[in-house]
């Protein structure tokens, strides 16, 4: 069939079609349960503890480098920032390649 202006009607799946879209989906939902309560509070200690060790390693760098070399200025504070900076853009990274990797899943499990 044919619209007015030439272009062909977009065909409606099957009701076959339809039913074994979804039912591949529950399958696959029940062979990739959700991760649970757990797995979320380890994500977040991972994504905790990528700030908090570049921080501490700064920090700890820092107070040897005012110890051995004292100065002017802190090298503490600075490498602290340094450090947190660091962590902080790692566990952003770390956070983003994991949301493309969850959006790369959905996108393939939607065709």
Request: aromatic letters at 6%; proline letters at 5%; one cysteine or more.
């Amino acid at each position: 069939m044919a619209e007015k202006s030439g272009k062909p009607l977009k065909k409606e799946p099957d009701l076959a079609a339809q039913v074994g879209a979804k039912a591949a989906r529950k399958l696959k939902a029940q062979r990739n349960p959700a991760p649970g309560v757990w797995s979320g509070l380890g994500l977040m200690g991972v994504i905790g503890w990528s700030v908090v060790v570049p921080t501490l390693l700064g920090a700890a760098l820092g107070l040897w480098l005012d110890r051995h070399y004292p100065g002017g200025r802190s090298w503490t504070l600075a490498l602290l920032v340094a450090g947190l900076t660091l962590g902080c853009l790692n566990a952003w990274r770390w956070v983003s390649q994991e949301d493309q990797a969850m959006r790369d899943e959905q996108e393939n499990n939607d065709e």
